[in-house]
């Protein structure tokens, strides 16, 4: 039995279900809204343990061939006779500390003893580690610093005139009006890659919050990768042909789209893929990367948990076919 854990509303992941189904292969899927509770664990040198999902099937961990980790949690909860609420803060914090012991234990186990795509516990995405590692493997990688001061930017910007962006260090922000004002869903605010100009200059305070600045690489096209247990999946986005997506491609232009298509990486290009993504511990995520006018492969970032729907339709790679076919072992 596949166990599966991500989130309800995710489309991917439904799409490989469809496939496990016509498959006829058994899963159980957990989405973060579910309700889990442990029922017992044995350690031992055939370690063990038992849950329940939403009250319902008990599932033992015996049963479980593969496990795929596409994103979210487990969310642990202890029985009715168990309840905290007139409990203090401090034993609060304990008994969830507690069933926190018991939930990187069931990561461990799932990750360490069975066929596994993904990792509950390597789904972040830290860029600047990541720059720093794939520097290290013998990658390009866009000139970065942190700046925090008005001298930062001016010294960096000098540097490199034809251009510097700004990004976040962690992941986009999006929510849409309504998480501001209740009752108004037309609207939606996100966060972008963003092109810093001179006229910038005077919006520049004395001192400011750490920034992730990088300077600007004139792009033949950006290219998605999708690794999957050692596969490049490649996709070239022809996003520099359009003054709306040629800083940031998610600026998505409704109208008149981006030309995507397949691309054939390099093999040292796909060896280095490999050797950075092994060296990080993952065994699947999505890689942005730019070939630039000089013909450079330059590392932008990965994401653990990146979506491949975007890279699998345009490119007909039917990677949720591919996704269930190594949780069932097909070949």
Request: proline share 3%.
């Amino acid at each position: 039995m596949i166990l599966i854990l991500s989130l309800e509303e995710d489309f991917s992941t439904n799409e490989v279900v469809e496939w496990l189904l016509h498959f006829k292969i058994p899963f159980v899927r957990i989405n973060w809204e579910d309700k889990i509770i442990i029922e017992k664990i044995i350690l031992s040198e055939n370690t063990e343990f038992e849950f329940s999902v939403n009250g319902g099937r008990l599932i033992n961990s015996k049963e479980i061939t593969a496990f795929w980790y596409r994103r979210g949690d487990i969310k642990m909860q202890g029985r009715e006779r168990f309840s905290i609420k007139k409990l203090e803060h401090l034993l609060q914090e304990t008994l969830f500390d507690e069933m926190e012991v018991i939930k990187d234990m069931i990561y461990f186990f799932l990750e360490k003893n069975i066929l596994c795509i993904g990792s509950f516990h390597k789904r972040s995405n830290n860029k600047l580690i990541h720059l720093m590692e794939a520097k290290k493997v013998g990658w390009d990688i866009p000139d970065t610093i942190i700046g925090t001061n008005y001298l930062d930017f001016v010294s960096f910007f000098k540097k490199h005139p034809s251009g510097i962006i700004v990004k976040p260090l962690s992941r986009c922000i999006f929510y849409n009006e309504e998480h501001l004002i209740p009752d108004k869903t037309e609207k939606y605010f996100s966060q972008f890659v963003a092109e810093l100009k001179n006229d910038d200059f005077k919006n520049i305070a004395e001192k400011y919050f750490p920034s992730l600045f990088q300077e600007k690489i004139n792009k033949k096209f950006e290219i998605r990768v999708f690794f999957l247990l050692g596969e490049c999946y490649s996709m070239a986005i022809f996003s520099q042909n359009d003054d709306e997506t040629k800083v940031d491609f998610r600026r998505y232009n409704l109208e008149k789209q981006n030309y995507r298509v397949p691309y054939n990486l390099p093999k040292n290009i796909k060896k280095k893929i490999n050797t950075f993504m092994k060296n990080q511990g993952l065994n699947t995520g999505s890689l942005d990367i730019i070939l630039s006018d000089e013909m450079k492969y330059y590392f932008l970032e990965v994401n653990p948990v990146g979506q491949f729907g975007m890279v699998s339709y345009p490119c007909n790679f039917n990677l949720e076919k591919r996704i269930a076919e190594k949780l069932t072992t097909i070949n």
